[in-house]
């Protein structure tokens, strides 16, 4: 299998012309609907994860390649963020490590809340990569495309 395809925003090297036209021409091929993003899916676990599917649509009408075949990853980020939440909440007041008494003695063992929690944000953080909701993939983006600008520049003007 091959590296993944990058946008053409975030493509570094020099394009013909031609390519550079096939590119965008695929990727407006590309291109889905956005209605179905307009309202939260019914299977969004709790009001929380659709106040949060609110917010990052909003959020993300800028971006124009996400779209209806994104709603499944937004989705699922919506959830994480919810029980990440939800998590964090139980956690409030507990201890990080417990005391658990054994036939032998006293061990001292991590709350299992912990790791929960640290599953829902490692969850989180894969969801926002692919939708483009971390700062890294939003600044390749933007730069990518200054980049993009810059030449076009000194291809027009020759500077």
Known sequence: MGRPRKSLDM????LTVVTRERRESEERK???????????????????????????TKELKEIE?????????????CNAFANYLQ?????KGQEYY???????????VKNP????????AEEMRRFAAMCGLTIDSRLKAVAAKADAEEQELKARFGI
Request: proline content about 3%; cysteine-free.
């Open 11 to 14: 493509q570094k090297g020099n």
């Open 30 to 56: 590309a291109r889905t609907g956005k209605e179905q993003l307009k309202r939260p899916p019914a299977w969004l676990i709790n009001d929380e994860a659709k106040k949060e599917w609110r917010r990052i």
């Open 65 to 77: 390649l996400v779209g209806n075949l994104d709603r499944n990853n937004l989705g699922g980020y």
């Open 87 to 91: 998590v964090t909440e139980l956690l």
């Open 98 to 108: 417990l005391e658990r008494e054994t036939r032998t003695g006293t061990i001292i």
């Open 113 to 120: 809340l912990v790791d929960i929690q640290k599953s829902y």
